[in-house]
C-alpha cells in the first residue's frame, strides 16, 4: 500500500500539484511508522516465547489499522479533489 501512496505521490506532482497531495504523504508515513510497529511487535514476540500469542494477535490488529489508514487517506484525499 504504501508503493500506491508514493506511485501517487509522484504522478500527482508531475505537471502541477494536485490538491489533497499532502494526503498521501500523510498515508505514506502513517503506512511506514505502521510497518516498522508491526515488525517491532513480531521481533519482540520471537525472542520471548511467552509473547508470542500477544504479538500475533497485536500484529493483525495492526494489519487491521494499516488498512483503516489505507481506506481513511484515500477518502481524505477523494473529498479533497
Known amino acids: ?3 500506491v501512496d508514493l ?3 509522484v504522478m500527482g506532482s508531475w505537471d502541477t500539484p494536485v490538491a489533497g497531495l499532502g494526503w498521501l ?3 505514506a508515513i502513517g503506512q ?3 510497518a516498522v510497529v508491526a515488525a517491532a511487535v513480531l521481533i519482540a514476540g ?3 516465547p511467552s509473547w508470542h500469542r500477544g ?3 497485536t500484529a493483525y490488529a495492526i494489519i487491521a489499522l494499516e488498512i483503516g ?3 481513511l ?3 481524505l484525499l477523494q473529498d479533497q479533489l
Request: aromatic share 8%; charged share 15%.
Open 1 to 3: 500500500m504504501v508503493v
Open 7 to 9: 506511485a501517487g505521490m
Open 25 to 27: 504523504k500523510a498515508g
Open 32 to 34: 511506514v511508522g505502521l
Open 46 to 48: 520471537a525472542a520471548r
Open 55 to 57: 504479538a500475533a494477535i
Open 69 to 71: 489508514w489505507f481506506l
Open 73 to 75: 487517506t484515500r477518502k
